[in-house]
């Protein structure tokens, strides 16, 4: 399967941000790898200037939140459709920090999954174990209920992307066993069948990219902060 590389600036990045994305392109001779998917999620502020500059260089750029909504009273919001007309073709539902910080909840997060579908971006959806979770042995139940919960009904192939994201890895430099990913993400593949991508998040870096993305099952990483430094995503890059 294609791997995919993803890059989560969170609510990181101002305009001169993109001279960032340069030197990283710069450290692939101006177009990345044809041997993989490349994205980067900046805020929604720098999607347009990012897609609109980069699209040569082969970067894919993504959202990383939208509403289920294509348009309508919602202040402050962002929809599918917005984001696939600013030039993203991805979007991140359901991460951990949304879930937590606006209460999302897995319908609200399946909903905007299916708006995703609507509009024609790819969903990557997000879930995964607290450390509480995990220490009472409920990790992989966790997770399962999260899918049956955001996962849209009707999906095939690589319409969607999951991302498995412990919450406990999330910035923290933590990550599971790499037996742990293993299980995690067999039993994942068993809820989604083939031909979805599974993506490992928290805590990637170059130190241990190599050996998360060589296991079964994992077919790309969600990074977050090291990817805001190109040498870093870079060296994640070359690990896979
Ligand atoms: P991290 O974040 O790589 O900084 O742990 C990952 C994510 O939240 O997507």
Redesign the pocket.
């Known amino acids: 399967m294609r791997p995919l590389i993803a890059g989560?600036w969170?609510m990181n990045g101002l305009s001169g941000a993109a001279a960032e994305v340069d030197r990283l392109l710069a450290d692939f001779a101006g177009s990345t790898p044809d041997s993989l998917d490349i994205l980067i999620c900046p805020p929604t502020t720098l999607i347009a200037a990012f897609a609109s500059r980069f699209e040569n260089a082969g970067l894919l750029i993504g959202g990383q939140d939208c509403h289920p909504d294509a348009f309508g009273a919602h202040t402050g919001d962002i929809s599918a459709e917005m984001l696939i007309d600013a030039g993203a073709c991805f979007v991140?539902v359901g991460?951990?920090?949304r879930r937590a910080d606006h209460h999302e909840s897995d319908a609200l997060v399946r909903a905007k999954a299916m708006a995703a579908l609507r509009a024609g971006l790819t969903p990557i959806v997000?879930v995964g174990e607290s450390e509480a979770q995990r220490d009472a042995g409920q990790a992989e139940a966790v997770v399962a209920q999260q899918l049956k919960g955001s996962l849209p009904d009707t999906r095939e192939g690589d319409e969607i992307v999951v991302?498995y994201?412990p919450v406990w890895?999330?910035?923290?430099g933590r990550t599971p066993t790499l037996a742990d990913i293993d299980a995690m993400h067999a039993s994942i593949r068993r809820h989604v069948g083939h031909g979805v991508r599974i993506l490992y998040?928290?805590?990637?870096?170059p130190s241990n990219a190599r050996e998360i993305l060589a296991r079964d099952n994992v077919n790309g990483a969600?990074?977050?902060?090291?990817?805001l430094t190109a040498a870093d995503f870079a060296d994640i890059i070359r690990a896979a």
Do not use: M, R, W, Y
């Not at 890895?169 to 923290?172: C, D, E, L, Q, R």
């Not at 998040?201 to 870096?205: E, I, Q, R």
């Open positions: 989560n969170k991140i991460h951990s920090e997000c991302a994201e890895a999330i910035g923290t998040g928290g805590s990637v870096k969600l990074v977050g902060g090291a990817s």
